[in-house]
DNA sequence: ATTAGCACTCGGTTAGATCGAGTGCTAACA
DNA sequence: TGTTAGCACTCGATCTAACCGAGTGCTAAT
């Protein structure tokens, strides 16, 4: 177990590290003014708390870094929440008064939104599409054998693809054709589509339609759902002023990390709901071993979870973080969800 | 004017460049088979072409590497198109094989093809959304307060926006509302929705419906298109590797260039039509003096053009590139244009 | 007109030398 | 017994000087 002192010592290191990035002694330690014993004791903490696996060394006679250990020690049990400023307040309500045209664009504002104000990378996902309910299907034709086919969720996502009908389908099929499928896939997951088609869908064709394996296929294609990932990032390049990522091939490979599909896996692999943090090596993904992960979640109606997640080197500004993350995935609900 | 041999050798000097990003010497370029007079005549040519301004020198003894005037020489009258080989012509063509769902799938994957090939960044510009015209509009209720309002071009572009009615509108009278759009606006473009909402819907609407104050207020706020820039990037970490960008500081301000509004602007002052090639200085922006920029157009239907780039180093492998998005333009057009 | 030879330039690398921030340990102290 | 001053030691970072090699321009010979 831990004294008071040590755990004092152990917070005033890390606040001290995540400012600095440098290993910090035992001497800085005891410049603090509420620090009243001397460099010597502090060295006989600090190596107790080393020997307890919460701080490292980078070489033999350097200053002290937390190790992953201590960092997890540190968010658990000494993270104070941290107030921001009435000016930032005011400048993060500001971000919120327009209007908002498109959903995404809202998504788009908070992910910046959090990265300006953390000045570390935001990663939003978007809700399951595939667990989003047909609200509403439509084919808007553009001329003779092309037309938009429109599909509208619950949620009020819309996708949207062009696709060209043989001359063998007329244009009063057509139209049969989109009110059968507004009538048997209503609210019906995105997920289902594809075997509903197959089932229930395919009978009623065969009967009311001519030309019924073009017309098969033709959905099939359209209602397939290709990409159910909505991605969006903010601030990629604020890692990069980080000092930990001074080093050319580090900044290549991160960024290729978060370029990837791999950190979408990762994202969606963190506990369902509110707010988590992943530290280091916590992560199971390669190449960001040396950043800290902190998600939570936003809601879309009533059931439709998105994630909000910021990623940072593992030296973070936790509290404030935290505080800011933990705010505007309320604005964000806040929003969608009584959008005028 | 330049000799016969001169032109041999700045091109020969070019070539070697681009792949060793190294200053070019006499002795290295005697190396070649196709070169059968020595170092020192090869000296005294060079020390020719740095006089009239096609080549410099990085330091006192070094060798030489093209100037600004070199390269738009090189582009200008030296510029031998490059041959594709099978295995790479094919696997472009893969990449179209499958089916796309979403117009913007294409583009992305275009985006991507040119990246992958070339080795550095795309950039593509959609068609400009404000001038495409108006096909169709439609509102999707989601619940009794909300719905989505969908605003179909006749490119196939689809622009969609949540939109809450105060319950002093009627359903009635919000199905005569979207009827009364459809008809007024069909074929407009959306640049002129806000002119003519104010001038001819304005009466009529004023005329049928109820609590007319609000209903154009929703409507002003919902045809308003907010951001008209479609951009797609695909490889930014590509630059990273280019030995030009070994400098964290040069890679940070590159890459904020590349995500800023700004490189859009710049993309748009290129000539209308056709590949077009500037050089370092030649583009306005700052923070791309080291990069050159190659653009062409592509189509969609038979008046809205969309812009595809590709960012490099100065030394960048033009012959090359030329070819690549040449022939990606090509193939976005064609699919985009008998889409099925 | 071309080329071999040579003195010279200059960036990049290597090897010490030096500095300073930090440690652990020991011994003295409250 | 817990705290602290003192000291020898470690090791990264910085600076300097030496050196190497790729390259040039110029001169003189072919």
Redesign the interface.
Known sequence: MLTDRQLFLLQLLVNDYVVSAEPVGSRSIAKHDDVNFSPATIRNELADLEEMGYLEKTHLSSGRVPSEKGYRFYVDHLLSPVLLSDDEMGNIRYAYQK?????E?LIRVTAQVLSEFTNYTAIMLGPELLEMKL??I?L?K?NET?G?L?I?T???H?????V?FPESIKADDIEKIVNILNDKLKMVPLYQLQSRLNVEIASVLRAHVRDYERVMTLLK??L????PEQIFYSG??NM??QPEF?D?DK??SL??VL?GKEIVRELMSMPAKGLHIRIGRENKLNGIEDCSLITTTYSVGSEHLGTVAVIGPKRMAYPRVVTLIDMVSKLLTENLN???
């Open positions: 209007k908002f045209s498109e959903t664009e609200k509403h439509q808007v553009l092309q938009v429109i509208v619950d949620t009020g819309v996708e949207n693809r062009v060209s294609d359209s397939t759902i290709n990409d990629k390049s990069l002023s001074q050319v900044i290549i960024l290729n370029e009584k959008q005028e």
